[in-house]
């Protein structure tokens, strides 16, 4: 056991200031001032969650049940034909101009472009491509994400993240892609949020594989972080194109899952796990940039202390996911040693997630300092009514602003998401999308939320141009 590294967390968990309550301060009259020339506004999906149509480990999870026999998804209901957007991009790119957006994070599905080892599904590649030279003809600025949550059913077979080998694999598929789309691709992000997929999939077991194992979670993570690390060099060496001819072929990064752990109680015991939430899920992944080392924690049953070659800068930007706060106590029972909740007078999502713009500003302000150019990869509600979002919207863009003006380098912003789709274990009830998607019309209709309204707002304000549908 690391006892200097469980020192220091403990005591700076111990020693460190309660967050504050206070709301995102500061709303912006001039937008394009406070925020940097080209900065980046949009929305963003993943693959199995919009595309429909796909077949990999997730896919075979739906149709799953736990030991007890609960339903592996809350409303019983298959991704299926999802927002069928692997066949009405039109329609898609549609909705992204009538935002305003001049951006947009889509992720591109393994188990489609090899559904077998070593087999690659060309036609597919084509299609991926021809979607990112049509963004880039609209103006509209493409991030990829190589690897979402998903697996093809022969690499889950293989051992998933649990094995090596998924490494290489990943490595080899990544640089199949950069060399494929790096033509109109410069964006480029690696693994999305590598801390949600340990937790949901190998700590509380939500999520395929379903296990529930500390041991084996933080294994993961650090593959997850030997993988971004091999997927990044693969991407360097085979997309020398640059699309935008900015003078950077790639520009990579990955998607973070950032929260805020509030101490539920000033007892000293709720304080310092919450400090090894945060030092496990938050700060790992940042640290292991930094230094180059996957460095896990967790007293009495995890200690991993490893130098990762290529790891250390090897992010161009530090993408940000933030979705909220959880307040935390102990429960040494629990295999993350505790208990996340949210106290019953906060305003919640659908989903009941606190919502806390003032931590955006916190998470925002916090890895400021890193030296490298953020961007908010992801940030939304679960909102069925569509009433709430306006609001959510425009408070986390002005703590995302008042960031900017305290000098963040903060240089995109995108929703999460850009239509209503499927949610994981969450199944399709609930409804993060600008646009609704009607899945009684048979095509599918996209249907703008109010907050097209606000968003288009905030695009004007960015000098950008919303069209008329
Ligand atoms: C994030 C995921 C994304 C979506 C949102 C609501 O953790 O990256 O796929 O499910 O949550």
């Keep these: 056991m690391n006892l200097r590294r469980i020192a220091k967390i403990a005591f700076s968990s111990l020693t460190s200031r309660p967050y504050p309550e206070s709301p995102a301060q500061g709303s912006a009259p001039a937008l394009a001032d406070a925020l940097p020339q080209g900065f980046l506004l949009g929305t963003a999906t993943a693959s199995h ?48 101009k009538m935002l305003g957006a001049n951006a947009y994070r889509m992720s591109v599905e393994w188990s489609r472009l090899e559904p077998s080892e070593g087999a690659w599904n060309e036609a597919a590649a084509d299609r991926y491509l021809a979607w990112a030279t049509r963004l880039r003809e609209a103006g509209i600025t493409p991030m990829v994400t190589l690897h979402h949550f998903t697996l093809p059913r022969w690499v889950a077979t293989q051992g998933g993240w649990m094995s090596d080998r998924t490494i290489d694999l990943a490595a ?13 691709v410069d964006l480029w992000c690696t693994i999305n949020e590598p801390n949600v997929l340990m937790t949901m999939g190998y700590l509380k077991g939500i999520w395929p594989p379903g296990m529930r194992d500390q041991r084996i979670a933080a294994g993961v993570l650090a593959r997850l972080m030997k993988a971004h690390a091999r997927m990044a060099g693969a991407v360097h060496e085979n997309d020398k194109k640059d699309a935008d001819g900015d003078g950077h072929a790639t520009r990579i990064g990955i998607a973070h899952h950032v929260r805020i752990f509030q101490p539920a109680s000033r007892s000293p015991v709720d304080k310092v796990v919450s400090g090894f939430m945060d030092a496990l899920f938050n700060q790992a992944l940042v640290d292991a940039h930094l230094h180059g080392r996957v460095q896990l924690t967790v007293p009495g049953a995890v200690d991993i202390d490893e130098a990762v070659p290529g790891l250390a800068g090897s992010y161009d930007y530090l993408g940000i996911n933030y979705y909220g706060r959880d307040h935390v106590a102990a429960d040494l029972g629990d295999p993350s040693l505790s208990r996340q909740f949210v106290p019953e007078d906060r305003p919640v999502s659908d989903l009941g997630w606190d919502i806390y713009p003032e931590g955006l500003y916190l998470v925002l302000k916090r890895y400021g300092s890193l030296g490298l150019p953020i961007y908010v990869t992801e940030n939304g509600i679960a909102d069925r009514s569509g009433m709430s979002r306006p609001a959510f919207l425009r408070a986390h863009f002005d703590a995302l602003v008042r960031a900017a003006r305290e000098g963040v380098p903060v240089r995109g912003y995108f929703h999460w998401s850009l239509l209503d789709n499927f949610e994981w274990a969450e199944g399709f009830e609930p409804r993060f999308g600008l646009f609704r998607v009607d899945d009684d019309s048979p095509d599918k209709k996209r249907i703008a939320t109010p907050a097209v309204e606000t968003f288009q707002e905030i695009a004007r304000q960015l000098g950008l141009k919303p069209e008329a549908p």
């Excluded at 997730?58 to 809350?74: L, Q, S, V």
């Excluded at 080899?172 to 109109?184: E, K, M, Q, S, T």
């Design 49 to 96: 969650q919009v595309e429909g149509g796909n077949d990999n480990d997730w896919t075979d999870w739906e149709r799953g049940a736990h030991p007890d026999g609960t339903p592996h998804i809350k409303d019983r209901t298959l991704s299926g034909a999802a927002c069928d957007s692997w066949n009405r991009f039109d329609d898609d790119l549609a909705c992204m």
């Design 172 to 184: 080899a598929f990544a640089g199949r892609v950069a060399r494929r789309l790096g033509g109109a």
